[in-house]
């Protein structure tokens, strides 16, 4: 048996396990995006200065209220 040859294939199979195992655990920190920022950004939502009337409504407000405040909250639902 040629341990020439087998030491060599050895040795290649184990430069390219190692050169695998750091190109995989190299990867994840090139994927990242580069820039942000990143999830949910707080803005503010002012409510628009118009001469007609504002309704504050909700899917799960009472249907009888005015909603002309927050704290009184209509909907546009209807209960069939």
């Given amino acids: 048996m040629n341990t020439d040859h087998s030491l060599k294939l050895t040795a290649f199979f184990r430069l390219t396990a ?8 190299v990867m994840p920190l090139m994927a990242q995006p580069s820039g942000g920022p990143y999830g949910p950004v707080r803005q503010p939502w002012p409510v628009p200065q118009t001469g007609g009337r504002i309704f504050y409504v909700a899917p799960d407000a009472i249907s009888e209220a005015s909603g002309e405040t927050v704290a009184a909250l209509t909907t546009i639902e209807s209960a069939i």
């Fill in 18 to 25: 190692v050169a695998v195992i750091i190109l995989l655990s």
